[in-house]
Nanobody, 115 residues
Framework: QVQLVESGGGLVQPGGSLRLSCAVS????????MGWYRQAPGKERDLVAT???????RYGDSVKGRFTVSQDLINNTWYLQMNSLKPEDTAVYYC?????????WGQGTQVTVSS
């Protein structure tokens, strides 16, 4: 059984920084795509950032230049470094992975940006 577990969410003031981590357990296969999505109340789940095993990254327009996705392939872990946080970044953040055309999701971690 594959499980993805996020950590690092919390409350931060506007302009602050936060780093999210996602660790996988229960499998030894290699994910093709890893990354992060987020969902604010009443809104759709949107792309934050993804990264392929080769290191190709993609970012949502609203976070480009502020967020950075990275991976540690040896430890099956990936990260989201969030800088210059804005109130509109407030959402539940879900780590994500895909392999063999199957999507895997973490349980979500709350990020709240407020003064």
């Amino acid at each position: 059984q594959v499980q993805l577990v996020e950590s690092g969410g919390g409350l931060v003031q506007p302009g602050g920084s936060l780093r999210l981590s996602c660790a996988v357990s229960g499998s030894s296969f290699s994910f093709i795509v890893m990354g992060w999505y987020r969902q604010a109340p009443g809104k759709e789940r949107d792309l934050v950032a993804t990264i392929t095993r080769s290191g190709f990254t993609r970012y949502g327009d609203s976070v480009k230049g502020r967020f950075t996705v990275s991976q540690d392939l040896i430890n099956n872990t990936w990260y989201l470094q969030m800088n210059s946080l804005k109130p509109e970044d407030t959402a539940v953040y879900y780590c994500y992975a895909n392999v063999r055309s199957v999507d895997y999701w973490g349980q979500g971690t709350q990020v709240t940006v407020s003064s």
